[in-house]
Structures are given as structure tokens and as C-alpha cells.
């Protein structure tokens, strides 16, 4: 289905590219096959009209900021435009508190958005849409798009997590040894984290060694949870680990229940505000010290 939003789009695209603005852009682009939707990188206005824009424009293009060949511009200090969703602004607002870009070198196309669907067939939004609270992006050089283009999202973005907190422990346990002991250790889910930056992993390390490297549910579990401990705080929710998952482990829930509890416990939502400290620099006098008990 085509959005209205498509032709605006692509002329703020050509924009850019044309007058030397920005000198990469990254967006939506239909793939070689079917319906479904790749990224594409361009860096010619000419081919601006590959630009796309529908409910299966899924991936969080913030990803690809901190690999090449964007990575090498922004440092370099060259100048990369990104299509973005209220959601994977959040990303990038958390890239600029960890000082990991800078602002000015990202040149960010916030895009009104009503949901988007993982499965071209399916009539269901994305569990991260629903209850969301940034259709309408906040932080953007230019916003396509406006109050009108977004639309409300039913459902509860909770829903699966209380499913498994209503379990008992056993239960829980018993959850998560099935679910961790078929990760093949592919590593899918932290290359599609736009948090997941660092060029060598600490899972990885040989010398010394943290962890079983094998895809064995002892290692595994060590590996998951330990990312998920390094998300508590920045996790912005974007789903994209657990659709990159190729055993379809949904490993999204464990960074998303601490967010939840970062967010009741330190009132704090990553991604939401560029100018505030990073979670792991909050520090209040009334801190209930519950989160690490």
C-alpha cells in the first residue's frame, strides 16, 4: 500500500542529496521480490525514487549509523540523512547521549507514522507500536508528515511480558531454558541493535574468557542475559533483535521488562530526551536501590 507520504519524501530526499547537504542517505526501498522492504543507501538524488514508505517499513535504520560506510562519514565528519520512525529516533537520541554520533552529522527525516506490520500478509501491528507515544516524532531536521498521517495503535505493549510474569518461577525458568536453548549463537539479534556498538563484545573475549562461546544453554543464557543487563536503560524497544532472530527466540523480551523497570523505578525512558544524561549517569538522592538487590 502506498502512503501519501512517499512523493513528499522523496523530494526532501533529492533536496538534500542534491544541493550537497547530506552526503548518504539512508531509507526504505522495495526488495528484489514480493512486497517486503530492504533498506537502501543512497547517494544520488537520481535514485530518490527508489525511496518507499508503508506499514512494512519495519527495520530501525539506526542501526546502520554506527557500521560503514556510515560510521566512517559522521566521524569523518561528513554528513548522513536517515528516514526515521518516532521509535528509531529514540535510537538515535541515545546514540547522541552516549556521545556516540554527533547531532549535526545526522541529518534525520522524522516520519509520522501509524504502525507498521512485520508480515505482509498479516493485519496486526508490531508489538512495539502499540501504546506508542511517538508517532509523531519529536526530534527531527524536517517532519513528513503530520498529526493527520498517525493514527492510534490498539492493544497493550505489555502484554507478553505479563503473560510471563504471571507464571511462577519454575514456570518462568522452564520459559526461558526452552526458548535460550535453541539460539544457534548466529549473534542476528545484537548486529540488529542499534545499542550494540561496540566494536568487540565482552561475550566474545578469549583472554579472559566470560563465557562459553558455544551455542550451548549454559553460554547462551550467559550471553542473553548479560545483554540484556548492558540494555537496561537504553533499550528504546525497537523489536528488531527478535525479528532478526532466525529461531524466532523472542530475546526482545528481557531488555524490554528492564526497561520497564527503569522506567518505574528511575522514572526514565530511554531515548526520549537528546539532552538529558544517559541512564547509567542518572544518580538521585531518593534512589530506591531496588533494581540490583
Not at 30 to 45: C, H, Y
Not at 104 to 126: P, T
Not at 170 to 175: G, I, K, L, M, T
Request: glycine share 8%.
Amino acid at each position: 500500500m502506498t502512503s501519501n507520504l512517499e512523493e513528499p519524501l522523496r523530494a526532501k530526499a533529492a533536496e538534500l542529496l542534491s544541493s550537497g547537504k547530506v552526503d548518504l542517505l539512508i531509507g526504505y526501498g522495495r526488495a528484489f521480490l514480493g512486497e517486503s522492504v530492504r533498506p537502501v543507501f543512497l547517494r544520488q538524488d537520481a535514485d530518490t525514487a527508489k525511496l518507499i514508505w508503508n506499514d512494512r517499513c519495519a527495520h530501525n535504520l539506526a542501526t546502520y549509523l554506527m557500521k560503514e560506510p556510515c560510521l566512517g562519514l559522521v566521524k569523518g565528519g561528513g554528513r548522513v540523512a536517515v528516514v526515521a520512525k518516532g521509535c528509531d529516533i529514540r535510537a538515535i537520541a541515545t546514540l547522541i547521549q552516549e556521545n556516540q554520533i554527533e547531532r549535526d552529522r545526522v541529518h534525520i527525516i522524522g516520519m509520522a507514522c501509524s504502525g507498521v506490520r512485520y508480515d505482509e500478509d498479516s493485519r496486526d501491528m508490531a508489538i512495539k507500536c502499540r501504546g506508542c507515544e511517538v508517532q509523531l516524532p519529536a526530534l527531527y531536521d524536517d517532519l513528513i508528515g503530520s498529526e493527520a498521517d498517525t493514527g492510534e495503535v490498539e492493544g497493550e505493549p505489555r502484554e507478553d511480558i505479563e503473560r510471563i510474569l504471571a507464571l511462577d518461577r519454575s514456570a518462568r525458568w522452564e520459559f526461558w531454558t526452552r526458548e535460550l536453548s535453541r539460539c544457534i549463537k548466529c549473534y542476528a539479534c545484537r548486529q540488529a541493535c542499534p545499542m550494540c556498538y561496540c566494536g568487540e563484545c565482552i561475550t566474545e573475549k578469549s583472554r579472559p574468557q566470560w563465557i562459553d562461546k558455544a551455542a550451548s544453554l549454559k553460554g547462551n543464557i550467559a550471553f542473553h542475559y548479560i545483554r540484556a543487563m548492558h540494555l537496561a536503560g537504553r533499550c528504546v524497544a525497537c523489536g528488531e533483535c527478535a525479528r532478526a532472530c532466525p529461531m524466532n527466540i523472542p530475546v526482545d523480551l528481557l531488555s524490554r521488562f528492564l526497561s520497564r523497570r527503569v522506567e518505574e523505578a528511575y522514572a526514565y525512558k530511554a531515548g526520549m530526551d537528546p539532552e538529558a544524561d544517559p541512564f547509567f549517569l542518572v544518580n538521585r538522592q531518593d534512589d530506591p536501590g531496588e533494581f540490583i538487590r
